[in-house]
């Protein structure tokens, strides 16, 4: 059973919105794809394992804070190991974190 996530809007770093304009780039999540989303201003990222219409299924591999890079084992009550969904419109390109 997957857990229920309220996925945060990607925004600017929407995949979708990125490829707008280049659909024959658009990288379509497939069985085995790392993907991600944006929960509770982290990066999440999730192994794809089922499609069903515009949704990936799969584990969350990682969460990763889209300030400050750092990793966390879980956050909220998301962690890593649970198994979620993510729509394809909720899908977020990596996040721009600044260097140290």
Same mark, same amino acid.
């Given at each position: 059973?997957?857990?229920?996530?309220?996925?945060?809007?990607?925004?600017?770093?929407? +995949? $979708?919105?990125?490829?707008? #304009?280049?659909?024959?780039?658009?990288?379509? %999540?497939? *069985?085995?794809?790392?993907?991600?989303? !944006?929960?509770?201003?982290?990066?999440?990222?999730?192994? +794809? $394992?089922?499609?069903?219409? #515009?949704?990936?299924?799969?584990?969350?591999? %990682?969460? *990763?804070?889209?300030?400050?890079?750092? !990793?966390?084992?879980?956050?909220?009550?998301?962690?890593?190991?649970?198994?979620?969904?993510?729509?394809?419109?909720?899908?977020?390109?990596?996040?721009?974190?600044?260097?140290?």
């Amino acid at each position: 059973m997957h857990k229920h996530v309220e996925w945060d809007d990607p925004g600017a770093d929407s +995949v $979708e919105k990125y490829f707008a #304009d280049k659909p024959d780039e658009y990288p379509t %999540a497939h *069985i085995g794809s790392i993907i991600a989303g !944006r929960y509770h201003g982290y990066s999440v990222r999730v192994r +794809v $394992e089922a499609r069903v219409d #515009d949704v990936s299924i799969g584990d969350v591999v %990682a969460l *990763i804070s889209v300030r400050s890079g750092e !990793r966390t084992r879980n956050t909220g009550e998301l962690a890593i190991g649970d198994t979620v969904r993510l729509p394809d419109n909720l899908r977020a390109l990596a996040p721009r974190v600044a260097s140290k």
